[in-house]
């Protein structure tokens, strides 16, 4: 046990000395390790992310999460290295929605705003009016003139949640996030059973039988606002469980249970990609500078649009 303490902290004293030196900045989502959120620049969720993105002053930036993150800092910042510690982080939302058919389901639909959540691929953004992530969809669908058609994805689980909160009659892509789609409300409700003052809080990621027996629906920073508001001591957390570390950190004296799958396998669920990142991934990527994200010039310039559209709605509501 020593011995790792030991290792660890020699690597993280040599991304010090990397960031430093490269000026670089290291980006971390609450999804992954504790260990790798401790020493990051910044870590936040999408929308935070994306906006601290656009206004780094770094020459490299390491995107401890997965790879359509990254990929939306290539977009922000062309003409910066962006890293990704581990190439093969990817995402079952944004695979859910390949680019291809997203098309062909928008030329089959035309005359719709094209609202796309933030975790899909540079190539779906490029085909996207507006990006959003779970912090500013409800404001940035209200924010469409009634009578305007919108077609929503890939999330249907958001999209169907948004929908309800707007009244907005959408077309929503059948996507889901692996995550989120596979809690067991039976072991939920279990869960609140042995525990009957905990608050369940939910990620609106999740199907809407979960949503509906929660106290409290928002996205990961707002999770983690009203576990610091609330007078609550304790609350079942329906999201993928690096967040509790937040949670933890910000409010010490409260009780955090992670959601359980549907599995069985283990008390709650992981992210098997926000997990492949690790320190010692962020210091070689840093030290060699590989795994860079390369994207075409092309996909940047429409992609861009869609983002700055987003976060444009988003300084207007303060978000």
């Known amino acids: 046990m020593i011995n790792k303490k030991q290792d660890t902290d020699s690597l993280i004293e040599k991304i010090n000395i990397l960031r430093k030196e490269k000026n670089a900045v290291i980006l971390a989502h ?3 390790d504790s260990e790798i959120q401790d ?3 910044f870590t936040g969720d999408s929308l935070a992310l994306s906006q601290q993105v656009s206004k780094t002053t770094a020459d490299i930036i390491v995107f401890a999460g997965v790879h359509f993150m990254a990929e939306t800092a290539k977009i922000l910042c062309p003409e910066k290295k962006v890293l990704l510690p581990d190439l093969n982080s990817g995402c ?5 929605c390949p680019d291809d058919e997203f098309e062909k389901f928008i030329n089959e639909n035309p005359g719709h705003i094209v609202i796309s959540y933030v975790n899909t691929t540079a190539k779906v953004k490029a085909l996207t009016d ?5 912090s500013n969809a409800e404001q940035i669908v209200k924010s469409i003139p009634e009578g305007k058609k919108i077609i929503f994805g890939p999330d249907k ?3 169907n949640y948004i929908s309800k909160v707007t009244d907005r009659e959408m077309l929503i892509w059948n996507g889901a996030c692996h995550v989120h789609n596979e809690f067991s409300l039976e072991g939920i409700l279990e869960l609140k059973e042995k525990n009957p003052f905990a608050k369940i809080i939910s990620h609106p990621e999740c199907p809407k039988p979960i949503l509906t027996v ?5 996205s990961t920073k707002a999770l983690i606002d009203f576990s610091i508001s609330d007078n609550s001591s304790e609350f079942i957390v329906a999201t993928e469980p690096g967040v509790l570390h937040q949670m933890k950190k910000l409010s010490p004296f409260k009780t955090f249970f992670a959601a359980p799958g549907n599995t069985g396998e283990c008390a709650c669920n992981e992210c098997e990609f926000m997990k ?5 991934k962020i210091y070689n990527c840093l030290l060699n500078e590989t795994n860079e994200i390369i994207l075409d010039s092309e996909i940047i310039v429409k992609a861009r649009v869609s983002i700055d559209k987003m976060l444009e709605i988003s300084a207007k509501f303060n978000l």
Request: charged letters at 15%; proline letters at 0%; one cysteine or more.
């Open 276 to 280: 492949l990142n690790s320190l010692e």
């Open 92 to 96: 079952s939302l944004a695979d859910s």
């Open 214 to 218: 929660s106290d409290f629906v928002g």
């Open 157 to 159: 689980n958001l999209g």
């Open 130 to 134: 507006i990006v959003c992530t779970s």
């Open 39 to 41: 020493i990051a620049d």
């Open 30 to 32: 609450y999804y992954v």
